[in-house]
Every structure is written in C-alpha cells, then in structure tokens.
C-alpha cells in the first residue's frame, strides 16, 4: 500500500488527483555551513544591547554595534580579515561590575636631535608619531597624544599624566582582564635622542560571567564559538555550554575556543583543567621580544573564521594560515620540544611559517585523559569531533525525511538500516569515514522492548584520521 498524505481514501468524488511528496528529494548528505559567533564585552557606545546576538557583516557593523575599540569590535575586525564571508555572529557583555581597568603609559625622553618617525604599537596596530628635530620630552609625549585619535579603533584611550606632562598613560576601553592582552611597544626611523619608557597594561581584574550570554543563545546553533576572555571560569562555561547543546537530546553541536599568549605552562595548566574534547586552546607565545602583538582574543577570532571556512569537517588543519595575526619574534618561537610538550598536553599550539606567517601546528583539543585519568587519544583532533557531528546531522537529516510519520512494521528496521547504510557509503566517498563494508555487519536497527514506537540504532562510526606523520627510514646500500 502506497501512504498518501493528503489524498484520503474515504473520497467519493471521481477525479485524477495529485500530491507531492518531497521525503525522497534529499539524496545527497547535508552542506556543512558554519557559523562562527564571538563573545565579548560591549562599550556603552555601542547600539546593541548587552546580551543579544547579532549578526555582524563587516567591521563598521561591529564599531556600531558593539562600540568602536571594543573586545567584539576587535575581533570582528580579525575574524574578518582572516575570512571576509565568515557567517559572524557575535554577542556583547557589559563589563562586570565592581572590575577595573588594565593600565600602562610610555614616558618619552628627549630632545629629539635629529627628526623622524617614532612608532608606537598598541598590540598589533600601529600608531605613527612625527618628530622633529629640537622635540622636548613634554612635545614628544604631547605629539603622541595628538596622533591617537586617527586611529579610534583602538582598545586603549589615551591621556597625558597629570603629574608628569612626558607621560602619556594608556586605559584598556574595556574593563578586565581583556585588557591585559594588549601589548605597547616602539620603533623609531630616524629620531635620535628620543627614548622612550614603557609600561605594559596590567591590573585589569573581573570579568564578567558567560553564562548569561550563552544562555542567550544556548537555543541556536553556532559551530564555533570564541571567547575573548582565557580564565579558568570563563572557559569552563563555555564548556558546559557546549557540551550541553551537543548532547544527544539538543543536537546542535559545536566547539568552543580560547587563546592564550602568555607562558607556556600557563597554557597547559589551564588546558588540563578544562580536559574537553570540544574545547581548543590556540597558544602563540608572545613577550616583550615582539614588539608588534595580537591580542589573544584576536588569534582566536582569526582562527575561528579560518576553520569556519573549511566546510570539510574531517579535513586536518595542520599548517593552515591565520591571516592578519603578526608573527612572534624568533626568541618568542616554540622549540619542538615545547611544541610536543603543548601537543601532548592539550594544547594547539601556532608557529611562524615562511614570509612570517603565522599557522597552526596541530589542531588538537584539550582533552587528554578520560574520566579515569588514563590518557586517552581519541578525540585528540578537533576534526574527530567535528566529523562525529557531521555524521549524526547526516543521519538524523535522512532518517527525519525518510520516515516522517511512518510506522514500525516488520520491515521498518530494515528500512532503516539501508538508508543508514548508504549514508555511511556516500560518508566513505567523502572520504570523512573509511571501511563500511568492514563493519556493515555491525549496523544493527532493532524495536526497542521498553519503549513502544521506538527503533535503537547501533551505527559504527570509523572516522577517517588526518595524515599527521610521515616516518621514513633510509636503508644504506653500498
């Protein structure tokens, strides 16, 4: 008997009719379109309110929505370097109250004998400064003071100290700990007898808690999530978020990101704590070697829009490009040593490639050991995850299109069985899973005893590795 759904049998009337069925239309497997969404702080400038997701479409949208020089102004304007048709959503936060401002200050040292250019970085932006011969102190601090405001998307606002006029002091536009990711830095061209005293932004405290913005959002489906802030609270609420979506019952996967630029024992430290397979911590060691800085929320931005733009969830992400993020200087770069240290201890960790570009290593998670404490590879890769998800989206979208308002007969199960089945087959194609015919015997779809109506389905799920190593040996032959 062939189901109609819109043509009764208890008709009466003669005719010809005509329905149209769609359930077969889809025999392809699902787009794997990402969405990336960042989570930020927010000035009071900004039109959008606190806690409401927004889309983003370039960089002016962010300085109007989010406030100019604001965390999410900030790495929207990275996130869209590093992709410019990123899917980009973002959600502000108002500083936590009771938090306070990071803060550093360069003094200038003068007479300038000679004139020429002096160069201020305020993290990886560049603030030019003319100089002219004969320059006291006072002027050269008052000439950087006059150029900051041709460069408004910055995250610090600028003032001469009150107490001393070669003084210019810096505030972090956002309150807490943001704020001590930015890095002030100089050059000069050209400019002799100019010094220049810096002191590096410290003291921003309390940052506001995610859980209320990603609740915000917890019914929406992002698939990379970025977070601006790298504490242990932070990140392990972006954890439970995203475990929590990913579940089974919600199925709106996704993966959270933090980055990290400070000491590498950091990084590992914090990654151990969060132990997730959906969490990754993307590690470019800067110090006061490299002048020129990325924010860290700003790496981590630029990654995010860089993976979104891989539609391939099983494709390995060693060596791919962040644009727009400048290199770390070469006392700055991760040894191998470290570099395994980092992979072995769920860390991501970048390096610095030919041209000075700036790439990733390894894309790995950060959970290394399983709830025994054994250590445990299997969700090691970003990409294993990611293609898990793939594959349950794939399934539950055919399944759902297939069998809408169907019934359990004695042929269901099987019917079921082969659209799983040739799921896995155009999965293999796709390279994304390897091995079907290995393990079809292993494809069981049975009525459960307990539950009237429902079918269990055990799929086995042979996710194609990435090539990662290539070992050679070379047999001498004389």
């Known amino acids: 008997m ?23 239309a889809m025999q392809g497997l699902p787009a794997n379109q990402q969405k ?29 929505f989010f406030g100019r020089g604001s965390v999410i102004h900030r790495m929207a304007n990275a996130a869209l370097f590093a992709n410019r048709y990123a899917q980009l959503y973002a959600i502000g936060m108002d ?14 040292g003068g007479p300038a004998t000679s ?15 003319g100089i002219a011969s004969g320059d006291s102190a006072n002027a050269i601090a008052t000439n950087i003071l006059a150029a900051m405001p041709s460069y408004p998307h910055l995250p610090v606002a600028a003032a001469i100290d009150a107490a001393d006029a070669t003084k210019v002091n810096f505030t972090a536009k956002n309150k807490g700990t943001v704020g001590n990711q930015v ?23 309390g940052d506001p808690n995610l859980a209320t913005a990603l609740a915000n959002v917890f019914a929406a489906q992002f698939q990379i999530i970025a977070v601006a802030t790298n504490d242990s609270a932070s990140i392990t609420a972006l954890n439970t978020h995203v475990t929590n ?15 990290m630029t400070g000491s590498l024992a950091s990084a590992t430290t914090l990654s151990g704590q969060i132990n997730s397979g959906r969490i990754q911590n993307k590690y470019l060691r800067y110090t006061g070697a490299t002048v020129c800085q990325a924010m860290a929320m700003e790496i981590v931005a630029g990654y995010g829009a860089t993976k979104a733009s891989i539609e391939d969830p099983s494709q390995p992400l060693d060596n791919v490009v962040i644009p727009g993020i400048p290199p770390s200087a070469v006392p700055d ?30 894309a790995t998670t950060t959970y290394t050991l399983n709830p025994a404490g ?24 055919r399944i759902a299109l297939r069998f809408a308002g169907a019934k359990i007969s004695a042929k269901t199960p099987d019917r079921v069985r082969d659209q799983i089945l040739d799921v896995l087959l155009q999965l293999e194609r796709l390279e994304m899973v390897v091995g079907v015919a290995q393990y079809e015997k292993d494809v069981v779809v049975e009525k459960n005893i307990q539950a009237v109506g429902r079918l269990d389905c055990k799929i086995p799920t042979p996710v194609i590795p990435g090539l990662h190593i290539v070992a050679m040996r070379f047999d001498l032959i004389l």
Request: glycine share 10%; net charge negative; with cysteine.
């Open 95 to 108: 500083d936590a109250a009771g938090s306070s401002s990071a803060a550093g200050s360069v003094k200038a």
């Open 374 to 397: 054994v250590p445990d590879p299997a969700l090691l890769d970003v990409t294993t995850i990611c293609t898990l998800d793939f594959v349950r989206d794939a399934m539950t979208q």
């Open 245 to 259: 979506v990913s579940s089974a019952l919600e199925r709106r996967p996704g993966i959270g990101l933090f980055g």
């Open 183 to 205: 890095n002030l830095g100089y050059a000069q061209t050209f400019a002799a007898g100019v010094t220049l005293t810096v002191v590096q932004m410290t003291g921003g405290a």
């Open 36 to 64: 990336l969404l960042l989570v930020g702080q927010r000035l009071a400038t900004g039109a959008v309110p606190a806690n409401v997701p927004t889309q983003i479409l370039s960089g002016e949208d962010a300085a109007l």
């Open 333 to 362: 770069r991760l040894s191998r040593v470290e570099q395994e240290t980092c992979l072995a201890n769920g860390v991501s960790p970048l390096e610095v490639g030919p041209g000075n570009i700036v790439k990733v290593v390894r």
């Open 2 to 24: 062939i189901p109609m759904s819109n043509i009764p049998s208890s008709i009466r009337k003669p005719g010809v009719y005509g329905e149209f069925n769609t359930s077969m």
């Open 115 to 129: 004139s020429g250019l002096l160069s201020i970085f305020v993290g990886m932006d560049q603030v030019n400064v």
